[in-house]
């Protein structure tokens, strides 16, 4: 099995700084593309930033130029820089990876989540 272990979230006033941290743990042969998604309250969990194998960056619109996403494959994590935060980025971060499990099957596997708070 694969784990997924988001930090990193917390309470921050807007235009501060957050960065979000995830560690990818298990039956893991390789990891293809990772990634962050976000719920906010009373809405469907969205795409907020991907990130290949190779380094190719994939953001939605609402947080280009805001937030950067990076990755440590030798480590097996991924992280998420989010600076200029506004009361609309608050939501439930995931984490997400798209893996090559020991015995070569592949799956989307997803964290728990972790909650940032922006307030105005």
């Known amino acids: 099995q694969v784990q997924l272990a988001e930090s990193g979230g917390g309470l921050v006033q807007a235009g501060g700084s957050l960065s979000l941290s995830c560690q990818a743990s298990g039956s893991i042969y390789v990891i293809n593309t990772m990634g962050w998604y976000r719920q906010a309250p009373g809405k469907q969990r969205e795409l907020v930033a991907t990130i290949t194998d190779g380094g190719g960056t994939n953001y939605a619109d609402s947080v280009k130029g805001r937030f950067t996403i990076s990755r440590d494959s030798a480590q097996k994590m991924v992280y998420l820089q989010m600076n200029s935060l506004k009361p609309e980025d608050t939501a439930v971060y995931y984490c997400?990876?798209?893996?090559?499990?020991?015995?070569?099957?592949?799956?989307?596997?997803w964290g728990q989540g972790t909650r940032v708070t922006v307030s105005s």
């Open positions: 997400n990876a798209y893996v090559s499990t020991a015995t070569h099957h592949w799956s989307a596997f």
